[in-house]
């Protein structure tokens, strides 16, 4: 039913995938595969990492993939790895951290590509 990239991923903590579903990202396919996980405390980084490989290279349909920062730490190698520019990867704050720029993924790239550390 959707067109190849249109939809946007989400990988976080509750709060988080809570309010980006309410404001109407989620989606289930045909194949009753979601475009969102929650991570809660149980949650293991093998099954992080399925999802965001799921996300980044087997969905046609996911355009961009929005992963919080502390969860993208527990899969930092799969997430600086990544360089596809479809779907884009965003690291995002959650309500219990703050936003890192010196961690972000794709600012470490603008920066080497700008010559510098971007200080």
Excluded: C, W
Aim: proline share 3%; aromatic share 4%.
């Amino acid at each position: 039913m959707n067109e190849d990239g249109d939809l946007v991923a989400v990988i976080g903590d509750e709060d988080t995938v809570t309010g980006f579903l309410l404001a109407g990202v989620g989606h289930v396919d045909e194949r009753q595969r979601l475009n969102y996980l929650v991570v809660g405390e149980r949650t293991t980084d093998d099954e992080i990492a399925d999802a965001f490989k799921a996300f980044t290279s087997t969905r046609e349909d996911v355009a961009v993939v929005l992963i919080t920062q502390v969860i993208a730490d527990r899969i930092r190698h799969l997430v600086d790895a990544h360089s596809r520019a479809i779907p884009s990867v965003l690291e995002i704050p959650d309500k219990e951290n703050p936003y890192r720029p010196e961690s972000d993924s794709v600012l470490s790239r603008v920066r080497h590509l700008l010559g510098g550390d971007g200080t």
